[in-house]
């Protein structure tokens, strides 16, 4: 009897198992990949607008999972640095990538910001696959030559590797009242439905085209 238990619980025998021969099948995944303006800064991670999106999503006939990475402060130099442990470890189809902002609260390069969201829409493409870039536009203060230079950097990115693009997925509604906090920079709770509809014309023609593929069934003209 000892024996049949040990052959039983042998590596051999789970490697034979049902469950191993056919694993769960895993749902593609979306991955947000941003700073505050994405991780639910201010209020519970419900209420953000990754979280909204998970909802809309799972009124779906194909089952997806949106994976939230972003970071509050995250700058490009940081994003950059990180992004392919997090593609190697959560392995997603479509990533969201919506970084910037806090280069250009900083001051810092435009041209660095350009290197390194180029570097993070390569990296994401040599892990087949396919990037959404949210474009972020920043105060009139830091000047309108550092400025225009600035929201250049992600329309001039688009344009030259054919990236969809959201210019500025906070510009239709960010100076109606309440949907900004007090601090008058990061979006309300209130403002995240807003945030989503901004992104979701972008992004539903991708993930169409992601469940498009893995439907077996001939299409109409066939």
Known sequence: MIG?????WSPCALANSPEAENPPEV???ILVYGDSLS?????PDASGWPALLQARLDDRPMQWEVVNVSISGETT??????????LEREEPILVILALGGNDGLRGLPPQAMRDNLEGMV???RAASAEPLLLGVRIPPNYGRRYTERFEAVYADLAEERGLVFEPGF???FVLEEGMLMDDGIHPSERAQ????DAIWPHLEPM???VEDAADPRPSAAN
């Open 77 to 86: 130099a940081g994003g950059l640095n990180r992004l392919p442990q997090v």
């Open 170 to 172: 906070l510009d239709d």
């Open 27 to 29: 749902p593609p995944r």
């Open 207 to 209: 993930i169409e085209d």
């Open 4 to 8: 049949l238990i040990a052959l039983l």
């Open 193 to 196: 439905p807003r945030l989503l």
């Open 39 to 43: 991780a639910a800064y201010g209020m």
């Open 122 to 124: 390569d990296a994401i």
